[in-house]
């Protein structure tokens, strides 16, 4: 069973960074899908940025150049660096992970799901 703990969110002014983590448990048997998710109050899920453990490429929803998604060596824990925030970035974020076989931002690909960590910016 894969569990995904989130963290490293927080509040933070406009133009600030965060750096999220998620922690996954349980065993990975060889290169698998990660993805980020958020959640904004009132609206579906949507997908920010996915990647396959076992390749250098990502993909990113209009999130690209201000988020980069990345993996330790093991590809058991997933990091979002997220720079220039801005008030539409306040959302719960969360965790994903699949089997593939293809990596996408959409949710029904994903069966494994973190708790969220809510990220809010805002002066």
């Known amino acids: 069973q894969i569990q995904l703990v989130e963290s490293g969110g927080g509040s933070v002014q406009p133009g600030g960074s965060l750096r999220l983590s998620c922690a996954a448990s349980?065993?990975?048997?060889?290169?698998?899908?990660m993805a980020w998710f958020r959640q904004i109050q009132g609206s579906q899920r949507e997908g920010v940025a996915a990647l396959n453990t076992g390749s250098p490429r990502a993909i990113y929803s209009d999130s690209k150049g201000r988020f980069t998604i990345s993996h330790d060596d093991a590809g058991n824990t997933l990091y979002l660096q997220m720079n220039s925030l801005k008030p539409e970035d306040t959302a719960m974020y969360y965790c994903?992970?699949?089997?593939?076989?293809?990596?996408?931002?959409?949710?029904?690909?994903?069966?494994?799901w973190g708790q969220g960590t809510q990220v809010t910016v805002s002066s």
């Open positions: 349980g065993r990975f048997y060889g290169p698998h899908c």
């Open positions: 994903a992970a699949s089997y593939g076989p293809g990596c996408s931002l959409v949710e029904v690909d994903y069966p494994y």
